[in-house]
């Protein structure tokens, strides 16, 4: 493990501006008179018992998920169903850069702390956004083409004046929260020859700080490491698939995870089983929950065989929060073959289950289930699908286990094309949801969605670059063609669903066109509170979902809000950015939001009359040359950009205005081509693809984009037809 002191990394920038710390210490108060005393001697001054004991504190948010149950509920009420109608904006922030936007700010005692694109932290004054420091890691951006997905950061963790940051090319560092410099860092990758990346939130149990990684489809293999908060020593660390059968397994859950997978493959693949996303930790039972992620390759031919349950692959695993032991595992999908996540947000609560109170934790994975697990034990309680599954045909209680439906989703046994309904962004991804205790509902941004999955028939080499090829199957997912496209439009959707965890049912639900909308977060006011992909913040009623307020965000909102009070004003705040995984992959759907890339933290209070920043006005797009008649020359040119530029730039070329749409080169950059893919772009995130390409395929590549550049002049005339008739 290397540890990177202060001196040995350079070039890492913090800035203070606006405010002076000691100017503000006057305002650093706690807002409720229970605690109204309390001088801040410390900014992020947060230890075990602030965060066990949140709710006497309502107006701070102090963990990513407010409390250590991520339940993403807020106790204040200043807000309500009958008021909600006078929030307006009180203030903005604009962000550095203009990608996806993903993270929950945390506030502590009248500082927000928050990140952008890049794992850019920021300290804000949360009454009026004024920056107080900058901390800017200096990530390696040639990295951010090996990132799932985008350049992207889910916020960070605070502890005993420390603040901490997951960077994207897999450092943790800590910085000090007065003066945004950095205390210490480390380097988090088990193997620095791995594309392993970090755009997860910290989380901080027991003075540990606790990070998981992402790179699953680049082939790594996943875990979870414990580090000193104060130190950054490492403590532990949990692995969430098995290594080389050859060496030792690494601890009891290495043993258990071992004898479920088959072959050798899934050693250089990596195996996959990130955890790049969601914890929970229930300080009584001194358990640390881990969201685990889909497997490397998806395949499960490729990967193992086809055999075994690969343990543990789309599983919630419970283990020792001081020691990292395994304590219990459920898995969500045995032998996950479609990508089928359980990374995704899981909250515990206590819940009247057949009459008996029982602490439980729930999730909402990608698979179209919705779980309510004994927290104590890892005993399945219920299971009920959410959105339609193809996949599965139910849940077998006595087993625990789903009941697959071969025919309709078993891609590489027989060789066929499948449609799977979910797909790869399952009925609900890392867009936290959350729970109101008072309407005992969970409120879950979902996905309506389906793609072709395709075995392939030889196994595919590990790569730095991801493509659905490398993943072991082919996918249909964007068609080429206007018709393809206009069909698939009208099949993927999203919604907001108000689901009851006891009776396992809907309750009520509202529709939106596309499928990336924010995460949740409810109140005591009877409030939830989301953003929409199509670029609007939004307040329902949490017991009917009557809208009952809505404004314009100038661009799409993913990131769940937050609800804070400072001097006895509640304020709720969005973080609106377009981006991520949809929007730069599937770029041609992501176009009907109808928004561009803006990032900016907007808070809103009642009363407020700030004005809203918008984006400037996209350019005209530009005449393309002309198509050559080479057929084959543009279907290699195409085959290439399939498995190498789609992951960024979107399937077929079509880019959801995160980063260019290569359709829309200018007269300059089509000259140019040749030398920017040799010479790369780093300070964008491109890395140089002179080791990958010739100068023969970087032509084919060109050709094939030109050849795209022109069918986006009928492709307009087909969307503006469409949209017309929605």
Known sequence: MRQIGHASLSGARSTVAGIPLKSLAGALLLSLAATSALAVDMPANVDSQRLIAADK???????????????????LKAITDQNVGQLGLAWSYKLDLDRGVEATPIVVDGVMYTT??????????????????????????????????????????????????????????????????????VDTRADDKRSYTITGAPRVVNGKVVIGNGGAEFGVRGYVTAYDAETGKEAWRFYTVPGDPKLPPEGKGMEIAAKTWHGDAFVEQGGGGTAWDSFAFDPDLNLLYIGVGNGSLWDPKWRSQAKGDNLFLSSIVAVNADTGEYVWHYQTTPGDAWDYTATQHMILAELPINGKPRKVLMQAPKNGFFYVIDRATGELLSAKGIVPQSWTKGMDMKTGRPIFDDENAAYWKDGKRKLVTPAFWGAHDWQPMSYNPNTGLVYIPAHIMSAYYEHIPEAPKRNPFKSMYQLGLRTGMM???????????????????????????????????????GGTLSTAGNLVFEGSADGRVIAYAADTGNKLWEQPAASGVMAAPITYSVDGEQYVTFMAGWGGAFSTFAGALSLRAGVQPFSQVLTYKIGGTAKLREPAPRPDTPKPPALSTDTAAIEAGAKLYDGYCSQCHGIHAVSGGVLPDLRKLTAEKHQMFLGILFGGRVPDGMPSFANAFTPEQVDQIHQYLIKRSHDLQNEGEAWKQFNAKR
């Open 116 to 185: 952008g694109p890049f794992s850019v932290v920021y300290a804000l004054d949360a009454r009026d956004g004024k920056l107080i420091w900058k901390y800017d890691p200096q990530s390696d951006r040639n990295r951010a083409g090996e990132a799932c997905c985008d350049a992207v950061n889910r916020g960070v963790a605070v502890w005993k004046g420390k603040v901490y940051v997951g960077v994207l090319d897999g450092r943790l560092e800590a910085i000090d929260a007065k003066t945004g410099q950095r205390a210490w860092s």
């Open 57 to 75: 504190e309502p107006g701070n948010w102090m963990s990513t998920g407010r409390t250590y149950d991520e339940q993403r509920y807020s106790p």
């Open 479 to 517: 068609p080429e063609n206007v018709d393809g496209l206009l069909e698939m439009a009208k099949g993927w959707s999203g919604k907001l669903i108000a689901w009851d965890p006891v009776k396992q049912e809907r309750v009520w639900e509202v529709p939106y066109v596309t499928i990336f909308n």
